[in-house]
């Protein structure tokens, strides 16, 4: 079972500020990795999909990098509304498609 | 739209069965893998397991294997999670979601609203 460990588990940060979560892997996945946004009550969303490919719909504000092990996702000028735990997915190999354990991010 | 429709919120004993759906619309139903999430109370999301409803060819976590059965009826767009002996450990939100791409190894475009299954003696 491919192990995705992301840090921190939680940030807490102003507006307009940059935020960077990581996620690495246990093994090398290429660009199989995802990212997803859960606000408290609501089902996750759909961010970034292999690495680094955007979302129809997704703020410009969030990207996402990196291949192999290790994977990045950026928040350029946080804002209120993208306070939420942060989970990233890997659907490289065979089952489990494994999540990250989140990243709480809180707006200071 | 794309849209999954779960069932609504079950509290059920432990030792009981259940049988939870997700109703979709606004795609092709049987061309889309369809997963299950689980979250237990106040922790982070594990995937279950995921069926291509055209031929319902179905993958399962380890973890979950032989505990819970997926399945799916093509004639009605809808996908089933189930228990046949459920245990107090059961006690989570459970999220359907469409797989992405052609192949199990996708990631998920659409949620459900989740379905809260409480055990409890």
């Known amino acids: 079972e491919i192990v995705l460990t992301q840090s921190p588990d939680f940030q807490s940060v102003t507006p307009k500020e940059k935020v960077t979560i990581t996620c690495r892997a246990s093994?090398?996945?290429?660009?199989?990795l995802h990212w997803y946004q859960q606000k408290p009550d609501q089902s996750p969303k759909l961010l970034i999909k292999?690495?680094?490919q955007s979302i129809s719909g997704v703020p410009s504000r969030f990207s996402g990098s990196g291949s192999g092990t290790d994977f990045t996702l950026t928040i350029n000028s946080l804002e209120a509304e993208d306070a939420a735990t942060y989970y990233c997915?890997?659907?490289?190999?065979?089952?489990?498609?494994?999540f990250g354990g989140g990243t709480k991010v809180e707006i200071k | 739209e794309v849209q999954l429709v779960q069932s609504g919120a079950e509290v059920k004993k432990p030792g009981e069965s259940l049988k939870i759906s997700c109703r979709a619309s606004g795609y092709s139903f049987a061309a889309y893998w369809i997963g299950w999430v689980r979250q237990m109370p106040g922790k982070g999301l594990e995937w279950m397991g995921i069926i291509y409803p055209a031929d319902s060819d179905t993958r399962y976590s380890p973890s979950f294997q032989g505990q819970v059965t997926i399945s799916a009826d093509k004639s009605i767009s809808t996908a089933y999670l189930q228990w046949s002996s459920l245990k107090a450990s059961d006690t989570a939100m459970y999220y359907c979601?469409?797989?992405?791409?052609?192949?199990?190894?996708?990631?998920?475009?659409?949620w459900g609203q989740g379905t809260l299954v409480t055990v409890s003696s």
């Open positions: 979601a469409r797989g992405d791409g052609s192949y199990y190894t996708t990631p998920f475009d659409y």
């Open positions: 997915h890997q659907s490289s190999s065979l089952p489990p498609l494994t």
């Open positions: 292999f690495a680094s």
């Open positions: 093994q090398s996945i290429g660009s199989s």
